[in-house]
C-alpha cells in the first residue's frame, strides 16, 4: 500500500491513472476567450505550457504544505532573522515549492517572484465543472483577489488613496517565456480598474516626483526581475529606497524569504532554537525543510563522497539555473561548485505523474507542487510535471496542472 508515513496516500492510484485527464474542450475555450491572438502566442511560445492531466494530492500532504509555510511566516517575524530594509509591503505572488513522497511534504525552496500564478488561475477556473476526485484549492474569483492583492500593497505604503497605474517590468519582457502571462495579468487587471502597463526596466526615467514610464507616472512596480538586489538597476532601486513607488515584491522580501541560504538557517533546529522559535515550528520545519547547508571548499572530500545524497544549488539562482543532483554531478562542474556561491540540500525525490503521449505507452513524469502565498495564506496550490533534473516546460505532456485535494 502507499502510505506517507503511516497513513495510506489516497493520491498515488489517481496520479497512477492516465486516463484521468483534463476538459480539453474548456481549456481551449479559455484560452481563446476574448483574445485570439493571447491564445495563438501561448501556443507558438509556450507549447508545453500546459500539461493535459490534473495532479492529485492527498489531504495530509496539503496540511503538510500548509503547515510548513504558516511556520516560516511565523519564523521569519522573530527578532534576529532579518536585518534586511523595512518594507511594509507583504510582496506579491510567493512560491512555496515543494516535493511530496511517502515521508511527507518537502519544502525545496522559496520563491518571491514565482512565475505562473496567472495562468494557473485561469486553468483551475477552466476546469471548475470536471467530473474528477478531489476538491479544488482556490474558488473562481481569483483575479479579482489577485487585484485585490495589489491595492493592499499599496494600501500598506499610501494608505486609503487609490492604486490607479501599475508596471509590470522585467528585462526585455517581450522575449520572457511567460510574457504571456504578463498580457493576462494586464488584462485582468485593468477589468478590475487598475491600469496596467508592462515595460523593460530601461524605459522608466525617474524624476523628482516619482518614477515615469512614456510619461505616465507609476504608482506601483509588480518586479518580475530576477536581479533580486537591483543592483543592475539603480533608477528602479533608488526610487524604491526613497519612497517614490511602491515595489512587490522588493529586495527585501527576496533577502528575508527567498535568498536560499535561509534554508540553511530553516533546517538547522538548533539555530532557530536560538532565535526563540516554538517547539511546535521546529518540529514541523524538521520534518518539512530538508537538511540544508552551505558548500565549503574545506570540505571537499566529504562533500564529493557524499555527493549522490545531495542536490547543489546556487545561492541567488533561479528558474534552476547551475542546479545539478548530486549523481550527476562530473568533477569539473564540482570543482565549480567549491569556488562558493552554492547550497547542497538533501535529496527528497519528487512525486511522479502517470501520463499517456499520443501513440506511446504510459510513461511517469516528476512533480513538484507550487503554493501560491499572499499574506502566509495559500491562494492556490498547481503542479508542474517535467522530465529531467528540474522542471523545465520543454517536456511533452508535462507543464502546469491543476491540483486536486483528496482525502
Same mark, same amino acid.
Given at each position: 500500500?502507499?502510505?506517507?508515513?503511516?497513513?495510506?496516500?489516497?493520491?498515488?492510484?489517481?496520479?497512477?491513472?492516465?486516463?484521468?485527464?483534463?476538459? +480539453? /474542450?474548456?481549456?481551449? +475555450?479559455?484560452? &481563446? !476567450?476574448?483574445?485570439?491572438? #493571447?491564445?495563438?502566442?501561448?501556443?507558438?511560445?509556450?507549447? &508545453?505550457?500546459? @500539461?493535459?492531466?490534473?495532479?492529485?494530492?492527498?489531504?495530509?500532504?496539503?496540511?503538510?504544505?500548509?503547515?510548513?509555510?504558516e511556520a516560516v511566516e511565523r519564523i521569519v517575524q522573530l527578532?534576529? #532573522?532579518?536585518?534586511?530594509? /523595512?518594507?511594509?509591503? $507583504?510582496?506579491?505572488?510567493?512560491?512555496?515549492?515543494? &516535493?511530496?513522497? *511517502?515521508?511527507?511534504? &518537502?519544502?525545496?525552496?522559496?520563491?518571491?517572484?514565482?512565475?505562473?500564478?496567472?495562468?494557473?488561475?485561469?486553468? =483551475?477556473? @477552466? +476546469?471548475h465543472f470536471l467530473a474528477l476526485p478531489g476538491a479544488q484549492t482556490a474558488g473562481n474569483d481569483l483575479p479579482e483577489a489577485f487585484a485585490e492583492m495589489f491595492r493592499a500593497e499599496w494600501r500598506a505604503v499610501r494608505g486609503d488613496t487609490a492604486l490607479k497605474t501599475l508596471a509590470i517590468v522585467d528585462e526585455q519582457a517581450e522575449q520572457q517565456y511567460l510574457y504571456p502571462e504578463f498580457l493576462l495579468a494586464q488584462r485582468w487587471l485593468e477589468a478590475a480598474g487598475i491600469r496596467t502597463l508592462i515595460a523593460d526596466p530601461s524605459q522608466l526615467q525617474a524624476r523628482n516626483n516619482g518614477l515615469y514610464f512614456e510619461n505616465q507616472r507609476i504608482d506601483l512596480v509588480y518586479n518580475r526581475l530576477t536581479d533580486f538586489s537591483l543592483q543592475q538597476y539603480e533608477n =528602479? $532601486?533608488?526610487? #524604491?529606497?526613497?519612497? $517614490?513607488?511602491?515595489?512587490?515584491?522588493? /529586495?527585501?522580501?527576496?533577502?528575508?524569504? !527567498?535568498?536560499?541560504? %535561509?534554508?540553511?538557517?530553516? @533546517?538547522?533546529?538548533?539555530?532557530?532554537? %536560538?532565535?526563540?522559535a516554538v517547539a511546535a515550528d521546529i518540529a514541523i520545519l524538521q520534518t518539512g525543510v530538508p537538511e540544508t547547508r552551505q558548500v565549503v571548499q574545506s570540505d571537499a572530500e566529504p562533500w564529493w563522497s557524499a555527493r549522490k545524497q545531495w542536490f547543489f544549488k546556487p545561492v541567488s539562482g533561479y528558474g534552476s539555473k547551475g542546479s545539478y543532483s548530486g549523481a550527476k554531478l562530473t568533477k569539473r562542474v564540482f570543482e565549480e561548485i567549491l569556488q562558493g556561491g552554492y547550497?547542497? +540540500?538533501? =535529496?527528497?525525490?519528487?512525486?511522479?505523474?502517470?501520463?499517456?503521449?499520443?501513440?506511446?505507452?504510459?510513461?511517469?513524469?516528476?512533480?513538484?507542487?507550487?503554493?501560491?502565498?499572499?499574506?502566509?495564506?495559500?491562494?492556490? !496550490? *498547481?503542479?508542474?510535471?517535467y522530465q529531467g533534473q528540474t522542471t523545465n516546460f520543454r517536456t511533452p505532456g508535462g507543464g502546469f496542472a491543476p491540483v486536486r485535494v483528496v482525502g
Open positions: 500500500m502507499n502510505e506517507i508515513s503511516g497513513f495510506p496516500d489516497v493520491a498515488a492510484p489517481l496520479n497512477a491513472d492516465p486516463a484521468l485527464v483534463l476538459d +480539453q /474542450p474548456a481549456l481551449q +475555450q479559455a484560452l &481563446h !476567450a476574448g483574445d485570439e491572438n #493571447w491564445a495563438a502566442r501561448v501556443a507558438t511560445q509556450c507549447p &508545453h505550457l500546459f @500539461s493535459g492531466v490534473p495532479l492529485f494530492v492527498s489531504r495530509t500532504h496539503y496540511e503538510q504544505m500548509r503547515a510548513v509555510i527578532p534576529g #532573522w532579518d536585518e534586511t530594509l /523595512p518594507d511594509a509591503t $507583504r510582496g506579491v505572488f510567493y512560491g512555496y515549492d515543494f &516535493h511530496l513522497n *511517502a515521508s511527507g511534504a &518537502h519544502l525545496i525552496e522559496i520563491n518571491t517572484n514565482a512565475g505562473g500564478g496567472v495562468l494557473n488561475a485561469l486553468l =483551475l477556473a @477552466s +476546469q =528602479l $532601486r533608488h526610487a #524604491w529606497r526613497h519612497g $517614490r513607488i511602491v515595489l512587490t515584491p522588493s /529586495p527585501a522580501h527576496y533577502a528575508r524569504y !527567498a535568498d536560499k541560504r %535561509q534554508l540553511v538557517r530553516l @533546517s538547522d533546529a538548533e539555530h532557530l532554537r %536560538q532565535l526563540g547550497i547542497a +540540500q538533501r =535529496l527528497a525525490p519528487p512525486g511522479e505523474r502517470i501520463i499517456q503521449r499520443a501513440d506511446e505507452a504510459p510513461v511517469a513524469l516528476k512533480y513538484d507542487v507550487r503554493c501560491y502565498v499572499y499574506a502566509g495564506r495559500i491562494q492556490l !496550490a *498547481a503542479a508542474r510535471l
